[in-house]
């Protein structure tokens, strides 16, 4: 997860881990806005407050992300059929592994 109000931007996901949760999952993407973390709204919000819900998260070893992914405007979609967004994507994780993507404290 990178930016935060820290950084005047939107958290969003940073790095997707190889063969991770998130990775097998195949729908959350690097650089994809996350709007919301299981319900609760993280527009607007630091850095410090995402990693704290996604920490809670990881005790219950499922999270529901909502995310938007932004298009760069001359960008063509990969995808035949493109999914409306914002969207929910859940993310379960077995016990001792993580979601598969990488959080960025500063």
């Known amino acids: 997860i990178i930016?935060?109000?820290?950084?005047?931007?939107q958290v969003s996901v940073g790095h997707i881990v190889p063969g991770g949760a998130a990775d097998l999952d195949g729908?959350?993407?690097q650089n994809d806005e996350i709007t919301h973390v299981d319900g609760c709204s993280v527009l607007?919000?630091?850095?410090?407050?995402?990693?704290?819900?996604?920490?809670?998260?990881?005790?219950n070893g499922r999270v529901t992300l909502t995310i938007k992914r932004v298009l760069e405007p001359?960008?063509?979609?990969?995808?035949?059929?493109?999914?409306?967004?914002?969207?929910?994507v859940v993310v379960s994780r077995r016990e001792n592994e993580g979601f598969g993507f990488v959080i960025i404290s500063s």
């Open 3 to 9: 930016g935060g109000t820290e950084e005047s931007s």
């Open 44 to 59: 607007s919000a630091s850095h410090h407050r995402v990693v704290e819900l996604m920490t809670n998260a990881a005790l």
């Open 74 to 88: 001359d960008s063509k979609p990969n995808e035949d059929i493109v999914p409306q967004y914002p969207y929910d």
């Open 27 to 29: 729908r959350i993407r």
